[in-house]
């Protein structure tokens, strides 16, 4: 039987858990855990207004947008037993350019997981610089709300196009508050063109949370190219948690893109999890 979001258990993410742990009950020590969140929370928003007010100290007459998208996907368990879990997202990005090589990316969404009946949102702010024609490098700071529950992000990505191919990949740092435990998120993805309306890719992402559990996911990737400058997403991927077998899972989505579209990735532990 699966417990309560707010039970004082441990759980580990993936598999449809995400790891919690007991708060202490003692007033010195909530004091104390108080003030080091609202230390850690300030020095994320710092990282965040840093990254604008570089955009913006930037000596350029106008900014521009460059891109942007908006996409919705849903991804469900394909096991019996599982089928009631999924998530559902709805997101959009939306690049700005200040110059050739600099450029800051916004990112919003919103996800409803169905078992647990959990929701979440999330922010995030890349600051980008191409380094040469073939590769990208950037620097990320986010922010979620994971079922009430908050968690901050920081983090590096690097994007480049080889053989035709476009790859990235990316390193996330968070910090989870009011039970969730901290982790880091390791990414890489790539997408190859068929043609002009098919590209096929894959992914896989690693994440180890602090205390020596980790999850693991692997995925094939394709997107075919609609009239009207939609492309439907789909993907067929695998999911473990720290060893134990691991659940099919199958995702399809719908997305747009405005002018160059937006550069990187949504990051996030959101991102991470195909359903709960």
């Known amino acids: 039987m ?13 598999k449809r858990r995400i790891v919690s742990a007991r708060q202490p009950e003692y007033h010195c020590v909530k004091t104390t855990r108080r003030l080091i969140f609202i230390e850690a929370k300030m020095s994320k928003i710092a990282i965040l207004a840093s990254l604008s007010a570089l955009a913006l100290s930037t000596p350029v007459l106008a900014a521009d947008v460059t891109g942007a998208s908006l996409d919705f ?27 050739p090589q600099f450029s800051v990316q916004g990112d919003a969404g919103i996800r409803h997981f169905r078992d647990g009946d959990w929701n979440d949102a ?38 480049t196009s080889y053989n035709g191919a476009d790859i990235q990949a ?42 020596g559990r980790n999850s693991r996911r692997i995925g094939a990737t394709g997107t075919y190219s609609l009239a009207g400058g939609y492309d ?5 991927g695998l999911i473990d948690d720290n060893g134990d077998d691991a659940e099919p899972y199958i995702g ?3 997305s747009t893109k405005f002018g160059n579209g937006a550069t990187f990735n949504r990051r996030g532990l959101a991102e991470f999890l195909p359903g709960l």
Do not use: K
Request: proline share 2%; charged share 20%; hydrophobic share 40%.
């Open 2 to 14: 699966r417990n309560a979001p707010n039970q004082a258990d441990v759980r580990i993410v993936a």
């Open 73 to 99: 996907s849903h991804y469900n368990f394909a096991d019996a037993d599982a089928r009631d879990s999924g998530r559902s997202t709805l997101g959009g990005q939306m690049v700005i350019g200040f110059t």
């Open 122 to 159: 999330s922010w995030g702010l890349h600051a980008i610089y191409n380094a040469y024609d073939m590769a990208t490098v950037g620097v990320f700071a986010g922010y979620e709300e994971v079922d009430g529950r908050e968690v901050d992000s920081i983090g590096l990505e690097y994007g």
């Open 170 to 211: 990316a390193w996330t740092n968070y910090d989870g508050h009011d039970g969730l435990i901290d982790g880091n998120i390791y990414n890489v993805s790539a997408s190859m063109p068929l043609n002009s309306e098919l590209s096929v890719g894959g992914r896989a992402d690693f994440l180890d949370l602090n205390g």
């Open 232 to 236: 439907l997403n789909g993907e067929l």
């Open 252 to 254: 399809l989505g719908v």
